[in-house]
């Protein structure tokens, strides 16, 4: 006559072995990533002439602050796409819990100087540019952006991600 345990397999006997003293696997709850960030637009469309404010949080999930964000933004491969569509960033602005105050560089790098001082845990930065699309764009087109970002904690860990998606916004015909 055979063991029972002989029936059941190497594999089974193992993992009773294992859910026996403690050691078998169990299922987790997901972690929340590190810092995460999102992107949100004031409007879906606009015009020729018109502007869009394009709003990036920054959310540390961390235990420890952020010390240091690098930060880039690059325009989607569709919207290099379309030549015709023209746009700059005009402006940048840090919300705060007292306004907004003017941050420095628009450019397509180095954007995290804008989230300001240290991100405490659990709390966000939220940075706003301004996208100004010239009088003479084409229009008819969608204009999206991405970005990759890198921060560094306090603790000296440090976490990257992206690509992030910004909504796309529409140039309408006026």
């Known amino acids: ?32 990533a590190p810092a995460e960030l999102t992107f949100t637009t004031d409007t879906a469309t606009t ?14 999930n961390r235990t420890h602050d952020i010390w240091f964000v690098y930060q880039t933004i690059d325009p989607t491969w569709l919207t290099t796409q379309r030549p015709d569509l023209k746009y700059s960033f005009t402006g940048c602005a840090l919300t705060t819990a007292t306004g907004s105050t003017p941050c420095s560089g628009t450019g397509p790098a180095d954007l995290g100087a804008n989230y300001g001082t240290t991100v405490p845990p659990g709390q966000s930065r939220t940075v706003t540019l301004t996208l100004q699309i010239a009088p003479d764009s084409g229009c008819n087109g969608n204009i999206g ?11 000296s860990a440090n976490t990257s991600g992206g690509p992030v998606h ?3 916004t529409r140039v309408l015909c006026a």
């Open 1 to 32: 006559m055979r063991s029972p345990l002989r029936r059941l397999g190497p594999a089974t006997v193992l993992g009773l072995v294992l859910a026996l003293f403690g050691m078998a696997p169990h299922a987790t709850a997901a972690e929340p």
């Open 47 to 60: 015009v020729p002439g018109g502007t869009v404010q394009l709003s990036m949080t920054l959310t540390n």
């Open 145 to 155: 952006f991405y970005s990759y970002y890198y921060a560094e904690f306090s603790d």
């Open 166 to 168: 910004s909504p796309e």
